[in-house]
């Protein structure tokens, strides 16, 4: 049975397509307790610290077919910019801490030697680490998902078919394979639904607006099931 661990990852969007497949399937965050203590998207569930875990998921690591990673941009995104000014008076290692928390994803695979893949917007790891090997918008992977898809959760929010543009940069090994995109013939124009529906910091707000793009994951697990 192929293995696959997503860290950094409560929604368990982006396990399902493998685990529909027969896949073993982990998502780990700390934030997997209470109502996030069991996921149907995914075959197993941890509420691990994952940098004092890392030893722990690097046996499970050494199993697995590929790393995903989803580590927090609160610290990282250059969309925040405005307040790292008193986020470094406050802790003047705020950013090292969260790239070093982010770079968790890489370690950890290189550690197991399986290919590796982590998941962050535009952001400061672009000049503090490295520029990332691609980036692409969830709607470059429409074609992935049905005509009638919507939503499971949000259909508020996240508009159908993944239509809509974000920015989301990849960092990756040599290894790790990128699926090809499936366009749907058009472009969508305007802010995305989170950005005009969403606002404030609640908890809520942030799951929504980082939920992982669905087609995109199902194209990556057809291009992994090779």
Known sequence: MKRAIFLFDTTGYAAEPFTKTGWETYIIDIKNIGEHAKNPRATHVLSWDILKKEQEI?????????????????????????HFAIKAKNNPLFQE??????????????????????????????????KPNFSF??????????????HPDYPKYIA?????????????????????????GKTPTGWSLQTLLLGGKSEKTKRIRSASPRGFFVALQQTWAE
């Open 58 to 82: 690097i046996e499970l690591a050494k199993e697995a077919t590929f790393i995903f990673g989803f580590p927090p941009c609160t610290d990282l995104a250059v969309s925040g910019a405005k």
């Open 137 to 150: 918008h969830p709607y470059y992977y429409s074609g992935y998902l049905p005509e009638n898809d919507v």
């Open 160 to 184: 159908a078919r993944d239509f809509y543009t974000k920015k989301t940069c990849l960092w990756k090994s040599a290894d790790f394979r990128l699926p090809p995109m499936k366009l749907i």
């Open 97 to 130: 801490q969260a790239i070093h928390l982010a770079r968790s994803v890489e370690r950890i695979a290189k550690a197991a030697n399986v290919p590796w893949c982590l998941e962050n917007p535009v952001s400061v790891l672009s000049t503090k680490w490295r």
